[in-house]
C-alpha cells in the first residue's frame, strides 16, 4: 500500500511538473512558500547538525581544543584529579624520551644544574676553610690541646670541637610553611648541619602551635614564638599567610630577629599572590630560597687569636718550636718503620728467600738470612722500599731452594736440553718430554741425582733419536723375505738383490746400535710350505737357512754374530691360501735381537 501511495505521489508531481499553469501546480508552489517560510530556519539547523553529525570524526576534536584548556585550568584549581589522571601519562612520555635520547633531557636540566652544583660545592669549601681555619688557630695552643682531648675523649673531629667551643650562633636551618595548609614551602640547610624529614619537621612545628594556643590561655593574636631544644632553638617568625622557622646553634642577638621578620616580609611582597592561590604546589616559591639561604648567618668569638698572640712568651715560643721538632721527628721515625716493615713483607713473600734475624738500629738496619743463588737481589729491592743501602746491613747465606721454579731453572741449567726437549717439575720428578740422542739421555740420567729438589726422572714422553733409528732398521731387517725354489736349497730367481739389500740393512744397523747403547744378534731362520712331511721339510729349513747364514757371512765377515735355525712348516710367513702364500714359506727370513752393551 505505501509503494502505491509513493508511486501516486511521484506521478502526481511528475504531472505538476509538465503543466505548470495549471491550477494544481499554482497550488503546490504556494504550500512549499509556506513550507518555507513556517520551518525553513529549522530545517537548516537540522540540516547543519546532519553534516556536523557527518563530520564528527574531523569537527570533534577542534571543538574540544577550543574549551580544552580552560577545563584543565578550571578543573586544577577545584582539585588534582587532571594531574593524577595525567600523572602516569607524563611519566612514561619522561620514561620513553629519556630511553630514547636522554640528551634531551639533560640539556632542559642543565641551566639548573650548574648553578646548583657550584653552590653545592662553593658552601662546602667555604664551610671545610673555616673549620680548617679554627683548627689552625687553636692546634698549638694549650686551650687546642685540651680540645684535642675531648676529641679524643667524645669520638669527635679535632674541627668539630674547635667549631662548638668558638661558635656565638649558627642558623642551620630555614623553614617558610604556609600559615593556613602547615605545609612546607622551602627549606635550606647550612652546608655540615645534619638535616631530617624537613616535612615532617615543619608539620610537627605546626601542630606545636595549634597545641599551645589551643592549651592555654593566649591573647589574641598571640602565637609561639621560640623552642628551646637542647644546644637548638627554633625562632619563629608569623606573617598574614607564611610562617619563617629558623634552627638556632648557640646564642643568636635580637638583631638576627629583625633579620628574619625582614626576610618574611619581603617574602609576603614578593609573592603575595602564591601564597593567596596557594593549593599544594611548592614549586612557585623555588625563587624564595635565596632570601632564605641569607638567614643562614652565624658568628664566632672575635680576637681569639688576638689574645693568644698577646699571651705568646719565650717559653711558648720554645714549646711550639720543641712540639714542631717532635712532630717533624716523629714523621721520619714512622716513615722509616713503614718503610722497613714494607721491605721485610717483600722479602717475605719472596720465593728463595729465608729471614732469620731483622733488626732496626739507632741508625740504620740489620738482616740476616738464607738466599738462593736465583732468587730476587735483596739489594735491588732495597731500592724498591725507598731504604737507603748504606743504613741497611745484610748478610745473606747461599742456599738451594727446593720451590719448582728454582728446581727447574737449575735443571735448565745442569743439564743443557736441546731445543727438541721441554722439562716441567711436579712431586720432586722432572718430566721430559721430546726427542733426544740416546748419549743425552744417558748423562741426564745421571745427572738428575744431584740436582736438589730432584727424585726421579720421568722419561716416558722422551724419544731416543738413535734408539729409534735402530728400531727402524731393525723392523726393515725382519720384513726381508729371501725365498727359494720348491723342493731345493737353491735361490730363487732375482733373490740375489734381497740378499744385497739385507746385508746393507745389516751393516747399517750395526752402525746405529752402538749409538742407541746396544748390541745386535742376527739370527737366520729357515721355512718351508706344508707340503710333504715334518722329516723333511725340518732339514730342508736349516739347509736354506744355512745357505743364507753362509752368504751373509761371506758379505759381513766376523762383524756381526750369525746364527741360522729350521722352523720348517711350524712358523709359516703367511698363512697359506694360495700359491703365493706356498712360495713366501718356501724362503728365509731374519730375526734381529737388540741387548744393552
Known amino acids: 500500500?505505501?509503494?502505491?501511495?509513493?508511486?501516486g505521489a511521484k506521478e502526481s508531481r511528475t504531472k505538476l511538473k509538465s503543466n505548470p499553469s495549471s491550477p494544481d501546480v499554482i497550488e503546490q508552489d504556494g504550500l512549499n512558500e509556506l513550507r518555507r517560510l513556517l520551518v525553513g530556519p529549522e530545517q537548516q539547523e537540522i540540516e547543519v547538525l546532519r553534516e556536523r553529525l557527518d563530520q564528527q570524526e574531523s569537527l570533534l576534536p577542534e571543538d574540544i581544543s577550543r574549551v580544552l584548556p580552560e577545563a584543565v585550568t578550571l578543573?586544577?584549581?577545584?582539585?588534582?584529579k587532571v594531574t593524577e589522571a595525567l600523572l602516569p601519562t607524563v611519566e612514561e612520555a619522561i620514561d620513553i624520551s629519556v630511553r630514547k635520547n636522554p640528551q634531551t633531557l639533560i640539556d632542559a636540566l642543565f641551566p639548573v644544574m650548574g648553578p646548583a652544583?657550584?653552590?653545592?660545592?662553593?658552601?662546602?669549601?667555604s664551610g671545610m676553610t673555616q673549620a680548617m681555619n679554627k683548627s689552625l688557630e687553636h692546634s698549638l695552643s694549650p686551650q687546642g690541646l685540651k680540645w684535642r682531648v675531648e676529641a679524643w675523649r667524645t669520638g669527635r673531629s679535632f674541627a668539630e670541637v674547635v667549631m662548638l667551643h668558638t661558635l656565638l650562633y649558627r642558623v642551620e636551618?630555614?623553614?617558610l610553611i604556609h600559615k593556613e595548609t602547615g605545609l612546607l614551602l622551602q627549606h635550606v640547610v647550612a652546608g655540615d648541619a645534619s638535616v631530617q624529614d624537613a616535612d615532617m619537621v615543619s608539620g610537627m612545628l605546626t601542630a606545636i602551635q595549634d597545641f599551645v594556643h589551643d592549651s592555654f590561655s593566649v591573647e589574641e593574636g598571640g602565637a609561639l614564638d621560640t623552642l628551646q631544644v637542647g644546644g637548638l632553638s627554633v625562632w619563629i617568625e608569623r606573617g598574614p599567610r607564611a610562617v619563617l622557622a629558623a634552627v638556632i646553634r648557640g646564642n643568636a642577638p635580637q638583631e638576627l630577629r629583625a633579620f628574619l621578620q625582614q626576610t618574611l616580609e619581603q617574602i609576603h611582597a614578593e609573592f603575595a599572590r602564591e601564597l593567596e592561590n596557594f593549593e599544594g604546589d611548592a614549586a612557585p616559591f623555588e625563587p624564595s630560597r635565596e632570601d632564605l639561604e641569607a638567614c643562614l648567618q652565624s658568628q664566632y668569638e672575635q680576637g681569639s687569636k688576638?689574645?693568644?698572640?698577646?699571651?705568646?712568651?719565650?717559653?711558648?715560643?720554645?714549646?711550639?718550636?720543641?712540639?714542631v721538632i717532635v712532630l717533624v721527628l716523629g714523621f721520619f721515625y714512622v716513615r722509616s718503620r713503614w718503610r722497613w716493615g714494607n721491605y721485610l713483607t717483600r722479602l717475605q713473600s719472596e720465593p728463595g728467600i729465608v729471614i732469620t734475624n731483622a733488626e732496626r738500629r739507632w741508625f740504620g738496619y740489620s738482616i740476616a738470612g738464607l738466599r738462593d743463588p736465583m732468587a730476587a737481589d735483596p739489594q735491588a729491592l732495597l731500592g724498591e722500599a725507598s731504604l737507603d743501602p748504606a743504613k741497611v746491613e745484610s748478610h745473606w747465606e747461599p742456599y738451594h731452594?727446593?720451590?719448582p721454579r728454582f728446581v727447574l731453572q737449575r735443571a735448565q741449567a745442569l743439564l743443557n736440553p736441546p731445543p727438541t726437549v721441554t722439562f716441567r717439575v711436579e712431586n720432586n720428578t722432572l718430566y721430559a718430554t721430546g726427542s733426544a740422542n740416546h748419549q743425552w739421555i744417558t748423562e741426564t740420567r745421571r745427572l738428575v741425582r744431584v740436582i736438589p729438589g730432584l727424585d726421579r726422572f720421568d722419561e716416558s714422553s722422551l724419544v731416543d733419536t738413535n734408539l729409534q733409528a735402530a728400531l727402524n732398521v731393525k723392523s726393515r731387517i725382519e720384513h726381508r723375505v729371501v725365498r727359494f725354489v720348491l723342493d731345493t736349497t737353491g735361490l730363487a730367481p732375482g733373490q740375489g738383490s734381497e740378499l744385497e739389500a739385507l746385508n746393507a740393512d745389516i751393516r747399517e744397523l750395526k752402525r746405529l746400535a752402538p749409538a742407541a747403547g746396544k748390541s745386535i744378534r742376527v739370527e737366520v731362520i729357515g721355512h718351508t710350505d706344508q707340503l710333504g712331511s715334518e722329516e723333511t721339510n725340518l732339514p730342508l729349513s736349516r739347509e736354506r737357512a744355512e745357505v743364507v747364514r753362509a752368504r751373509l757371512?761371506?758379505?759381513?765377515?766376523?762383524?756381526?754374530?750369525?746364527?741360522?735355525?729350521?722352523a720348517g712348516a711350524a712358523?709359516?710367513?703367511?698363512e697359506e691360501r694360495s700359491e703365493e702364500d706356498k712360495e713366501a714359506n718356501r724362503s728365509v727370513t731374519v730375526r734381529v735381537t737388540l741387548t744393552d752393551s
Open 117 to 125: 652544583i657550584r653552590k653545592a660545592i662553593a658552601e662546602a669549601l
Open 75 to 80: 578543573r586544577t584549581r577545584r582539585d588534582k
Open 553 to 566: 757371512a761371506a758379505l759381513l765377515g766376523d762383524e756381526v754374530e750369525l746364527t741360522a735355525s729350521g
Open 306 to 323: 688576638e689574645k693568644t698572640k698577646k699571651r705568646v712568651t719565650p717559653v711558648r715560643v720554645v714549646a711550639a718550636l720543641l712540639l
Open 401 to 403: 731452594s727446593l720451590t
Open 173 to 175: 636551618q630555614v623553614f
Open 571 to 574: 712358523s709359516p710367513v703367511r
Open 1 to 7: 500500500m505505501l509503494t502505491q501511495r509513493r508511486k
